[in-house]
């Protein structure tokens, strides 16, 4: 079995970082698309804000908004997508420091995606 090295790591967390970049702008791009498609011909007005829709600010939303084609629902999407590149990236670290028995590492990137999740699933920043 060969070993997992530094250089294989670093060009895995390239990979995974410019592969979620495209894909989510991709998503975000045809979203637009979907958007100017059905909303196009409407004129903005900036006088009132009626703010986000609802569909788009749950996952169950989002992901019912995609299967009907809702261009708002797909941008979001894309944009999730974009979020979750970076936290993708630690996780792959964390797998990396551990073919690498650099337990260490490990120790600390588990810290920081407990510090992601939590932040994520409490709404707190810091």
Excluded: C
Aim: proline share 2%; no cysteine.
């Amino acid at each position: 079995m060969t070993k997992f090295k530094d250089k294989d790591m670093q060009l895995l967390l390239g990979q995974v970082l410019r592969a979620g970049t495209i894909i989510s702008i991709s998503i975000v791009f045809i979203g637009g698309i979907f958007y100017l498609v059905r909303h196009g011909h409407s004129i903005a007005n900036y006088k009132v804000f009626n703010g986000i829709p609802d569909f788009v600010q749950h996952p169950s939303g989002i992901i019912y908004g995609i299967l009907n084609i809702k261009g708002q629902a797909i941008i979001q999407f894309g944009i999730v997508l974009l979020i979750a590149t970076p936290i993708m990236r630690v996780v792959f670290s964390t797998i990396g420091f551990v073919l690498e028995k650099d337990y260490m590492y490990v120790a600390i990137s588990l810290v920081v995606l407990s510090i992601i999740f939590f932040s994520m699933m409490t709404g707190r920043a810091g």
